[in-house]
């Protein structure tokens, strides 16, 4: 399951993710959008660049939003296990029926919901062989790549200028990043944390390739990953990501 990390923003409208039909005109002007999003900015942002995400998102998407989607992980301070709690802004996962379900925040603007559905949509046609924080990696990296492209703000802290003046994705921003944000940071020689022991504090490490799985003492930044909390369901309905 793919998750991304919330941005910051202002209180929301009522009326964010309502259906709206305009795809191009004065609706597609920025500064006429809604302090917080809707279907109508975010075909503004993919049409028609970006058809085929939205076409993937209608044929195969189940989309929800909420108020507030939030995990509480389990991380080692160096002295104890303790609760860390990630603030989302979505996640995605396989239903394993055919469905890619992603979630969405209400309380984001146009640019920040339109980052989230393409880092989310990334997610769904990542490979399961994939560690999550490869999966975290490809999807910030590429998802940086083309806000970039899109002219949105992105994440600065996230790219770098070359020497030519072209602004790029900064890969080891995005590694220190995706290492210290989230929780699960692959060990250099391949093993994954997937349990704990309070007391004494320790780790539980399984290494993917080989199937074998080994206990050690807690270090500090040792985590995982929780179950999504969310507040306030409501469904978006798929046909709505469409470009005509």
């Known amino acids: 399951m793919g998750r991304e990390l919330r941005l910051e923003e202002p209180s929301q409208r009522q009326d964010a993710g309502a259906k709206v039909a305009c795809i191009t005109g004065d609706c597609c002007n920025p500064a006429s959008w809604p302090a917080h999003w809707d279907m ?10 970006d ?18 989607i ?29 469905k890619k379900v992603v979630g969405l925040l209400r ?7 339109a980052e989230t559905i393409y880092h989310e949509m990334w997610h769904t046609a990542q490979p399961d062989t994939m560690t999550p924080n490869e999966k975290e990696f490809d999807a910030y990296y590429n998802t940086e790549l083309w806000t970039i492209r899109k002219g949105l703000s992105g994440r600065n802290y996230l ?4 020497s030519y003046g072209n602004t790029l ?6 590694t220190a990043y995706v290492n210290e944000t989230y929780p699960q940071a692959v060990q250099p020689d391949g093993w994954i944390i997937d349990d704990y022991i309070k007391q004494p504090p320790q780790t539980r490490e399984f290494n993917e390739a080989t199937g074998e799985a080994r206990w050690r003492p807690s270090r500090e930044g040792d985590g995982l990953y929780a179950e999504a909390q969310k507040v306030s369901e409501a469904n978006l309905e798929a046909a709505e990501f469409y470009c005509e």
Do not use: L, Q
């Open 107 to 113: 309380k984001v603007d146009c640019a920040a919901a």
């Open 169 to 174: 994705p900064d890969r080891d921003a995005i």
């Open 51 to 68: 058809a085929e995400v939205m076409s993937r998102a209608r044929a195969h998407g189940e989309f929800w939003v909420y108020d507030e």
């Open 40 to 49: 109508a900015c975010i075909r503004c942002i993919f049409c028609p660049d």
């Open 159 to 162: 790219r770098m200028t070359d």
């Open 70 to 98: 939030y995990y509480d992980d389990p991380y080692f301070d160096g002295k104890a296990w303790i609760t860390r709690r990630f603030h989302g802004g979505g996640f995605a996962y396989d239903d394993g029926n055919g």
